[in-house]
C-alpha cells in the first residue's frame, strides 16, 4: 500500500518537475533530480550490500544439509527432476518473451557515467564464460559482486562442510544464523522500499515526462501475459500426468492461490495449500516433502519473471546481449535463485546480483521498483500453482495419488 502511495506521489512531483522546468531548463532540472535519484542509490546499494553474503550462506547450508545425496531417495530425484525442468522452462520462456515484445527498447535511457563505454555491449564467448566462472579469491568475487563465482565456491564449501560429518554441523548452524541474521536485514531495508519508489519514480518522470507509463504498462501487461502461458504450459504437463483430475486440483487449490494473489506472498498461502493437496488425494508423506522443497527450488512465477526483468532492464539502457550470453544467464539464473528464494523480494536480490555478472547498470532496478507489488501478485500466484502441480505429478508417480 505505502509502495503504491509513493509510486503515485512520485509521478505526481515528477510531472510537476517537468513541466516547470521545460525544456530551455534541462541542465538545471537534472541537478535537482538528482536528489531524488540518490533515494533510489542508497537503496539499490543497500540491496547489493546483501546479495553476496546472502548467496554464500544460504547455497552452503543448503548443500550440506543435504548431506549424502544419495540419501535424498527416489522421490526426491524425481522432485529435483521436475523442479529443474520447470525453472529453466520458466526462465527460458521469460527470455523468449521479452525478447518477442522488447517492451524496454523505446526507453532509450542513457547509460550512467560509472559504467558508460563498457556496457553498450555485452557478450561472452565460451571460454571466457567457463574462465570467469571459477573466483581466484572468494573475497575479491563478494567486493565485485560476481555472484557466479561466489555460487562457485559456495558448492565447493558446502560438499566439503557436509564430508566433515560432526565437526561440519559447527560451521552448518553457525553460516545458517548468519544467513537468518542477514535476512533479517533484508527485511529492513526493504521498509525503505517506499522511499526509493518515491525517489525513483519522481527522478524517471522528471526525466523522461508521462509518456514513459505507457511503457510501463505495456511492460505489466505483457509480463501477465506470459504468465497466463505459462499457466497454459503447466496445465497442458499436469493433464499428461494426472488427466481430468486437474480440474479438481484447482477447484482445491482456488483459495490458496487467491491468498497468494491478495497477498503478493505465497508463503502466506503455504499452510492452506498444504491441506488442500491432501484433500485432494496426494499422500501426506509427499506433500510434507516436496512441497517445502518446491518453496525453494520451484518458484515458477518468480523465475520467469526474473529473466524477463533482467533483459528488459538491459533492453532500456540499448545494451545488446546475444543469445550465447542470455542463455549464460539463464543458467546463472537457475543457479542464484535457488539459494535464496525465501527472501522478502528475493526476484530483485537475485537481479540485481545478475545484472552485476553481466555488467548491465544496477541503476535500472529503480525502473521497476514502483511496479513490482503488482507483478508479485501475479508471480505469488503463479509460484502456488507451479507447486500444486509439481506435487500432484510426484504423487502420482509414486502411486500416492488417490
Not at 52 to 74: I, S, Y
Not at 283 to 295: H, I, M, T
Not at 344 to 369: D, H, M, N
Request: hydrophobic residues 55%; charged residues 10%.
Amino acid at each position: 500500500m505505502y509502495i503504491l502511495l509513493s509510486m503515485v506521489a512520485g509521478v505526481v512531483l515528477g510531472y510537476v518537475l517537468n513541466s516547470s522546468y521545460g525544456a530551455n531548463n534541462v541542465a538545471a532540472r537534472d541537478k535537482t533530480l538528482d536528489y531524488f535519484s540518490l533515494l533510489a542509490d542508497i537503496f539499490l546499494r543497500l540491496i547489493k550490500m546483501i546479495v553476496a553474503p546472502l548467496v554464500f550462506t544460504t547455497l552452503v547450508v543448503g548443500v550440506a544439509k543435504q548431506g549424502n545425496m544419495g540419501a535424498v531417495g527416489r522421490i526426491g530425484g524425481k522432485t529435483m527432476l521436475w523442479f529443474i525442468c520447470g525453472s529453466f522452462l520458466s526462465l527460458f520462456l521469460g527470455m523468449a518473451l521479452v525478447n518477442f515484445f522488447q517492451p524496454g527498447v523505446g526507453m532509450n535511457l542513457p547509460v550512467p557515467a560509472t559504467t558508460a563505454g563498457t556496457t553498450t555491449q555485452t557478450s561472452l564467448s565460451l571460454k571466457d564464460f567457463i574462465g570467469h566462472i571459477f573466483p581466484t579469491s572468494l573475497f575479491d568475487a563478494m567486493a565485485k559482486n560476481e555472484i557466479l563465482q561466489v555460487v562457485v565456491f559456495s558448492l565447493f564449501f558446502g560438499v566439503a562442510t557436509a564430508s566433515m560429518g560432526e565437526k561440519g554441523h559447527i560451521i552448518i548452524k553457525a553460516l545458517d544464523t548468519i544467513a537468518h541474521i542477514i535476512l533479517k536485514m533484508t527485511g529492513y531495508i526493504m521498509n525503505f522500499a517506499p522511499v526509493a519508489v518515491f525517489g525513483a519514480m519522481t527522478a524517471v518522470i522528471g526525466k523522461q515526462g508521462l509518456g514513459i507509463l505507457s511503457t510501463y504498462g505495456k511492460y505489466i501487461g505483457e509480463f501477465y501475459s506470459g504468465l497466463l502461458l505459462l499457466l497454459c504450459i503447466l496445465l497442458l504437463a499436469a493433464i499428461l500426468f494426472i488427466g481430468r483430475k486437474v480440474i479438481l486440483l484447482f477447484k482445491h487449490i482456488k483459495e490458496p492461490v487467491l491468498i497468494a494473489f491478495s497477498t503478493s506472498s505465497s508463503e502466506a498461502a503455504f499452510p492452506k495449500l498444504m491441506i488442500e493437496l491432501e484433500r485432494f488425494g496426494c499422500g501426506e508423506k509427499v506433500v510434507s516433502f516436496v512441497l517445502p522443497l518446491g518453496y525453494s527450488f520451484n518458484l515458477d512465477g518468480s523465475m520467469m519473471y526474473m529473466s524477463f526483468a533482467s533483459l528488459f532492464i538491459a533492453q532500456s539502457y540499448g545494451i545488446h546481449l546475444d543469445t550465447a550470453t542470455q542463455i549464460s544467464m539463464l543458467l546463472v539464473l537457475m543457479i542464484t535463485s535457488k539459494g535464496i528464494a525465501g527472501v522478502p523480494r528475493a526476484s530483485l536480490v537475485v537481479v540485481a546480483g545478475t545484472l552485476a555478472t553481466f555488467k548491465i547498470p544496477e541503476a535500472g532496478l529503480a525502473l521497476i521498483l514502483g511496479i513490482d507489488p503488482i507483478l508479485d501478485m501475479g508471480r505469488a500466484s503463479m509460484n502456488v500453482i507451479g507447486n500444486s502441480i509439481a506435487t500432484a505429478v510426484v504423487s502420482k508417480w509414486e502411486g500416492e495419488l488417490k
